[in-house]
């Protein structure tokens, strides 16, 4: 506990030694009122929120008369519920607690529990609700929902499906979207009676090791391993990732994770031909084969070389590397789907352009005006984030700007991040729904949000993450979020 341990420090276990602090610890001694206040100010936000939620406050679910959209309300009982959350949030809270009192240690088999408990909120959260497993079924196999599996069903011949995929009749998601998510269930669907009970808890377990990424995806900001750990408790914490299983929503961030991590990891490599540009090719494959919305990181990526560029001084030297490793990527990734098209016939590019006029055609029905979800989404994506996020971002945001260095590549990163989602919101990319489709975007918050947590004194961050899983809680017990 490096609170606790500062605490201890500042005393003289030895009477007769004189006890002299360090500029640091006096430093931290006098920023422990302002922290408190901080702290109090973000439990207050998560108790307001949590209260409005109880008591089914619009629009704390969204709006119909607003946005056209809204989280119906519902009543599943909020002590109900967290009884049936309090196991995982008990592993959660395990790591977390351990973890204080050796801040500096490897965290490998914590982040395993961390992982657990995020499945088991997933897990227990089905459960709260009457339906049970029978509700894992029932999205997995609906038409609304998902359409992913029983668009799978139909798949006769793998290469001749393939080889049309983009003149294809498909379900409502499923013709937005790339097949990756259609083949995801195919071999479940060959294999398994239970075919959309196991391939949707395997979506849940797949989306769970989220957990571990993020502990790899904070290093780009932190070397700090206790930080890092934190940023993972708290990414398995968030409401996204528990209350839209078993959607493959919930998988994205791990793309969009190895995404920033190989490409910030490509560029800072002495290597002539980095392995984590041909790294970076093989996961933009995967990603595109999944979800064409993962395309907007590339805003990040873009927003990063040009940071990384700068801090190099503009010189040629950087300028070649940075194309070399965009190179490199665009081939592997080119490359892959070269060779599914000679094999099976596949056209990305087809099938991209037809995914967008599907997108097109849906977005007249949906009708989601520019200005009100411009102003909306925001908010949509903090809930999925659990909103004691906002005022623990916003703190962080006031530490960067008042000392402002972007020579820091922490700061960097995290102003990079921001302005990451802030893009997609106002060129309206991806309209409406964000807690659920912005969901690839919230590793960007979660870590600047772990970065705020580490600074508060250990008993104030334990009280922070008990309120976020009674968000978690409440949020699940009086929201639909998948109506299948």
């Given at each position: 506990?490096?609170?606790?341990?500062?605490?201890?420090?500042?005393?003289?276990?030895?009477?007769?030694?004189?006890?002299?602090?360090?500029?640091?610890?006096?430093?931290?001694?006098?920023?422990?009122?302002?922290?408190?206040?901080?702290?109090?100010?973000?439990?207050?936000?998560?108790?307001?929120?949590?209260?409005?939620?109880?008591?089914?406050?619009?629009?704390?679910?969204?709006?119909?008369?607003?946005?056209?959209?809204?989280?119906?309300?519902?009543?599943?009982?909020?002590?109900?519920?967290?009884?049936?959350?309090?196991?995982?949030?008990?592993?959660?809270?395990?790591?977390?607690?351990?973890?204080?009192?050796?801040?500096?240690?490897?965290?490998?088999?914590?982040?395993?529990?961390?992982?657990?408990?995020?499945?088991?909120?997933?897990?227990?959260g089905i459960l709260?609700?009457?339906?049970?497993?029978?509700?894992?079924?029932?999205?997995?196999?609906?038409?609304?929902?998902?359409?992913?599996?029983?668009?799978?069903?139909?798949?006769?011949?793998?290469?001749?499906?393939?080889?049309?995929?983009?003149?294809?009749?498909?379900?409502?998601?499923?013709?937005?979207?790339?097949?990756?998510?259609?083949?995801?269930?195919?071999?479940?669907?060959?294999?398994?009676?239970?075919?959309?009970?196991?391939?949707?808890?395997?979506?849940?377990?797949?989306?769970?090791?989220?957990?571990?990424?993020?502990?790899k995806f904070a290093?780009?900001?932190?070397?700090?391993?206790?930080?890092?750990?934190?940023?993972?408790?708290?990414?398995?914490?968030?409401?996204?990732?528990?209350?839209?299983?078993?959607?493959?929503?919930?998988?994205?961030?791990?793309?969009?994770?190895?995404?920033?991590?190989?490409?910030?990891?490509?560029?800072?490599?002495?290597?002539?031909?980095?392995?984590?540009?041909?790294?970076?090719?093989?996961?933009l494959f995967l990603?595109?084969?999944?979800?064409?919305?993962?395309?907007?990181?590339?805003?990040?990526?873009?927003?990063?070389?040009?940071?990384?560029?700068?801090?190099?001084?503009?010189?040629?030297?950087?300028?070649?590397?940075?194309?070399?490793?965009?190179?490199?990527?665009?081939?592997?990734?080119?490359?892959?789907?070269?060779?599914?098209?000679?094999?099976?016939?596949?056209?990305?590019?087809?099938?991209?352009?037809?995914?967008?006029?599907?997108?097109?055609?849906?977005?007249?029905?949906?009708?989601?005006?520019?200005?009100?979800?411009?102003?909306?989404?925001?908010?949509?994506?903090?809930?999925?984030?659990?909103?004691?996020?906002?005022?623990?971002?916003?703190?962080?945001?006031?530490?960067?700007?008042?000392?402002?260095?972007?020579?820091?590549?922490?700061?960097?990163?995290?102003?990079?991040?921001?302005?990451?989602?802030?893009?997609?919101?106002?060129?309206?990319?991806?309209?409406?729904?964000?807690?659920?489709?912005?969901?690839?975007?919230?590793?960007?918050?979660?870590?600047?949000?772990?970065?705020?947590?580490?600074?508060?004194?250990?008993?104030?961050?334990?009280?922070?993450?008990?309120?976020?899983?009674?968000?978690?809680?409440?949020?699940?017990?009086?929201?639909?979020?998948?109506?299948?």
């Amino acid at each position: 506990m490096e609170n606790l341990a500062l605490d201890k420090s500042l005393r003289c276990e030895d009477l007769r030694t004189p006890c002299v602090p360090t500029v640091q610890q006096k430093k931290q001694r006098a920023e422990y009122p302002s922290m408190n206040i901080e702290a109090l100010t973000v439990l207050a936000v998560g108790v307001a929120f949590f209260i409005g939620v109880a008591f089914q406050r619009s629009p704390l679910n969204g709006s119909l008369r607003l946005t056209h959209w809204e989280w119906p309300w519902r009543d599943l009982g909020i002590l109900h519920t967290a009884l049936f959350l309090i196991v995982p949030f008990a592993c959660i809270a395990y790591v977390l607690w351990n973890a204080e009192s050796r801040p500096d240690s490897r965290f490998s088999f914590d982040l395993w529990i961390l992982a657990l408990g995020n499945f088991l909120l997933q897990i227990m959260g089905i459960l709260a609700d009457s339906r049970g497993f029978g509700l894992v079924q029932q999205t997995v196999r609906s038409w609304s929902a998902t359409s992913y599996f029983m668009d799978a069903a139909r798949i006769q011949d793998l290469a001749t499906w393939l080889h049309d995929f983009d003149r294809a009749s498909l379900g409502f998601h499923s013709s937005t979207h790339p097949p990756g998510p259609i083949l995801f269930y195919y071999p479940f669907f060959q294999l398994f009676d239970s075919a959309a009970l196991i391939g949707g808890c395997v979506v849940g377990c797949v989306g769970s090791l989220g957990v571990l990424v993020t502990y790899k995806f904070a290093g780009l900001w932190t070397d700090n391993q206790h930080t890092r750990l934190i940023a993972s408790a708290f990414y398995a914490l968030l409401p996204a990732t528990t209350l839209f299983f078993p959607e493959m929503d919930q998988v994205y961030p791990i793309f969009s994770m190895l995404l920033i991590l190989s490409w910030c990891r490509s560029l800072d490599s002495k290597q002539r031909i980095p392995l984590e540009s041909v790294y970076l090719g093989a996961i933009l494959f995967l990603s595109t084969f999944f979800a064409y919305n993962l395309l907007t990181v590339g805003a990040f990526l873009a927003y990063y070389g040009l940071y990384w560029i700068w801090q190099q001084g503009w010189t040629r030297s950087s300028w070649i590397t940075l194309l070399i490793n965009s190179g490199i990527a665009a081939g592997v990734c080119t490359g892959t789907y070269l060779a599914l098209w000679l094999a099976t016939g596949f056209n990305p590019i087809a099938s991209f352009r037809h995914a967008l006029a599907n997108q097109a055609a849906y977005a007249v029905f949906l009708n989601r005006p520019y200005l009100r979800y411009a102003l909306f989404d925001p908010y949509d994506f903090f809930l999925g984030a659990g909103i004691v996020a906002l005022p623990l971002l916003l703190f962080q945001l006031y530490r960067v700007l008042r000392d402002f260095d972007p020579t820091r590549k922490e700061v960097a990163l995290t102003l990079i991040g921001i302005a990451t989602i802030l893009t997609i919101d106002l060129t309206g990319t991806l309209r409406g729904e964000a807690a659920r489709v912005w969901l690839f975007l919230l590793p960007l918050l979660v870590v600047p949000v772990a970065l705020e947590l580490y600074r508060f004194r250990w008993r104030w961050r334990i009280a922070i993450f008990s309120m976020q899983w009674l968000i978690v809680a409440c949020v699940k017990a009086k929201m639909f979020f998948i109506i299948p």
